[in-house]
Structure formats: structure tokens, C-alpha cells
């Protein structure tokens, strides 16, 4: 089966795909469209170009992977259709066996509480080393809710540099720095026979702008010029090794092949598969 083959739709926020002999899910939340004031380094004219209804679709997705032996999700959401979006593919919370977090804002660990307590009973939680620090010593009540529910649960890595052929993690997954968004934020590289895919997390919030100028950043990267540094790293790098990429901010189905193009990058979903 090529990359990317669809194996099914399940309803519109759910799609499933063959990578090797994972099957990888987007399971979508749908947002309000977005507001351009969120954009850092924008030009006018750049924006009337590239957004010229003054918006953007928004999306948040979390990605399941079901590999012959283990459900691993990535990223947890707001939590609002998460469980279920999980159950539209008859898995249920505690079927869950890992969770790899790209990084601990709200929109991606929203579903890993409810009313204070644990979701996802019988799963670790995988973050960098470097995430842990920040969140850690940081105020945020969510994130530290949510490191103290899962505290024997927790499992630390360091981050690799990409194309570092080692695993730090668990065979056919790989965590690869991809820090400013958030201090220890995290991309997944998933393998399996022969094929590649990239879940990046928060690489970029607005692909309608940020493919064609990598270097616009978002008001909530916590370090912009970091992030605006590994968004074109990663970009040059699934470009020129014909990686897809996953991401959690990117419209339905949020998955698709990633090119390099006159200006920036171009994105090509899997499938135009938006709104059935
Ligand atoms: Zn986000």
C-alpha cells in the first residue's frame, strides 16, 4: 500500500492512514476560525495576500498510532471530543498505552484530566526532559495538575537533533528537538517499514502564511526566533527527504507531504478530504 493510503474515514473530525504497519489517526477538534493578530512578523501586504478574508480555519488534533502491539497517542487536545474521537475507532481510554506530549499547552494536554483526575489510566506520559523543567518550576496550574495526576507515570527523554539515527524512545518512534514554541517543544518522527511520517506539534499555527514565510512567528512561541529557527530546519529537512508531516494545528485531515516552493514551502494534504 503507498504512503498515506486512506484506510478509512470514520466521521468528519476522523481519518485514518498506513504508514508501514502503523495506522495513523487524526482525530480533529474543530475551533473558531483564527485571528491574525496572533501573527508576529506579518507585513501588510503579506497578510492580505496570504489571508485575505482577514482569518484562518483553526484546528487542534491529536494523532493516535496503533503499531501491531501498542496505542500510542500524541498530544491529548482541548479534551472536549477526544474520547470520543478515540471511540469512533473503538479504542477506549484504557487502551491507551503511551501518550507523547510535543509540548504542555493547554490545547494539547486538555484531555488528559477530567474533573481532576486521570484519563488515560494504564498509559506513561512521554515529554522531553526539557519541557518537564520548564513546566515544572513554571505557575501553571493545568500543566502542574497534570504532572502531579501522572507523576508515577511520567517517562523523561532528551531530545535528538534530526536525522540522529538513534532512538531515544521506543522502536519506530523518535523525539526530535523542535524548541521555541515551548522550551522543550517536541516533534515525533514514527517509522515503520520503510515509511516516514513527522508529527511537529506546533511547528507552525497558520500554514496558510507561515509555508510560504517560515520566519512569521505567533505571540505565544515563547522564544520566536528559536522557533522561526527550527521551523525551517524541519522544513528543509522533510522537504528535501520527502518525510510527511502531521500537525496539530493544520485543517483536516492534517497530514500531507510538505514541498519546497518558489516562496517558502508548499503543503499538500493526504487527501481533500475536508467537510465529508
Ligand atoms: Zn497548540
Given at each position: 500500500m503507498p504512503i498515506g493510503t486512506i484506510i478509512a474515514?470514520?466521521?468528519?473530525?476522523?481519518i485514518s492512514f498506513e504508514i508501514g504497519d502503523f495506522r495513523v489517526s487524526t482525530?480533529?477538534?474543530?475551533?473558531?476560525?483564527?485571528?491574525?493578530?496572533?501573527?508576529?512578523?506579518?507585513?501588510?501586504?503579506?497578510?492580505?495576500?496570504?489571508?485575505?478574508?482577514?482569518?484562518?480555519?483553526?484546528?487542534?488534533?491529536?494523532f493516535l498510532v496503533r503499531t501491531p502491539d501498542k496505542n500510542v497517542l500524541i498530544?491529548?487536545?482541548?479534551?472536549?471530543?477526544?474520547?470520543?474521537?478515540?471511540?469512533?475507532l473503538?479504542v477506549?481510554?484504557?487502551?491507551i498505552h503511551i501518550?507523547l506530549?510535543?509540548?504542555?499547552?493547554?490545547?494539547?494536554?486538555?484531555?488528559?484530566?477530567?474533573?481532576?483526575?486521570?484519563?488515560?489510566?494504564?498509559?506513561?506520559?512521554y515529554?522531553?526532559?526539557?519541557?518537564?523543567?520548564?513546566?515544572?518550576?513554571?505557575?501553571?496550574?493545568?500543566?502542574?495538575?497534570?504532572?502531579?495526576?501522572?507523576?508515577?507515570?511520567?517517562?523523561?527523554?532528551?531530545?535528538e537533533?534530526l536525522g540522529s539515527k538513534k532512538s531515544n524512545l521506543f522502536t519506530g518512534f523518535r523525539g526530535i528537538?523542535?524548541?521555541?514554541?515551548?522550551?522543550?517543544?517536541?516533534a515525533y518522527l514514527i517509522e515503520s517499514a520503510g515509511s516516514r511520517l513527522l508529527i511537529w506539534?506546533?511547528?507552525?499555527?497558520?500554514?496558510?502564511?507561515?509555508?510560504?514565510?517560515?520566519?512569521?512567528?505567533?505571540?505565544?512561541?515563547?522564544?520566536?526566533?528559536?522557533?522561526?529557527?527550527?521551523?525551517?530546519?524541519?522544513?528543509?529537512?522533510v522537504?528535501?527527504n520527502k518525510i510527511p508531516v502531521g500537525?496539530?494545528?493544520?485543517?483536516?485531515p492534517a497530514i500531507g507531504d510538505?514541498?519546497?516552493?518558489?516562496?517558502?514551502?508548499?503543503?499538500?494534504?493526504f487527501?481533500?478530504?475536508?467537510?465529508?
Open positions: 474515514q470514520d466521521n468528519k473530525d476522523v482525530l480533529s477538534e474543530k475551533m473558531p476560525n483564527g485571528n491574525p493578530n496572533i501573527l508576529l512578523g506579518a507585513s501588510e501586504n503579506a497578510l492580505q495576500k496570504y489571508l485575505p478574508d482577514g482569518t484562518f480555519p483553526m484546528s487542534v488534533n491529536s498530544d491529548a487536545g482541548l479534551g472536549r471530543n477526544l474520547v470520543a474521537n478515540l471511540q469512533s473503538k477506549a481510554p484504557e487502551q501518550i506530549l510535543t509540548h504542555m499547552h493547554g490545547d494539547h494536554i486538555g484531555g488528559l484530566l477530567r474533573d481532576g483526575k486521570v484519563v488515560f489510566a494504564n498509559a506513561d506520559l515529554l522531553s526532559q526539557a519541557e518537564y523543567e520548564h513546566w515544572i518550576k513554571s505557575e501553571n496550574k493545568q500543566a502542574l495538575n497534570v504532572l502531579a495526576a501522572y507523576k508515577d507515570k511520567l517517562k523523561f527523554f532528551v531530545a537533533e528537538a523542535a524548541y521555541g514554541h515551548t522550551p522543550g517543544h517536541t506539534g506546533d511547528v507552525a499555527h497558520v500554514m496558510a502564511i507561515q509555508m510560504p514565510l517560515p520566519n512569521v512567528a505567533v505571540t505565544y512561541d515563547s522564544n520566536a526566533e528559536q522557533a522561526i529557527a527550527s521551523r525551517k530546519k524541519i522544513l528543509d529537512y522537504a528535501k500537525g496539530m494545528h493544520i485543517i483536516f510538505i514541498k519546497a516552493a518558489q516562496k517558502g514551502y508548499e503543503f499538500k494534504p487527501c481533500e478530504c475536508l467537510g465529508m
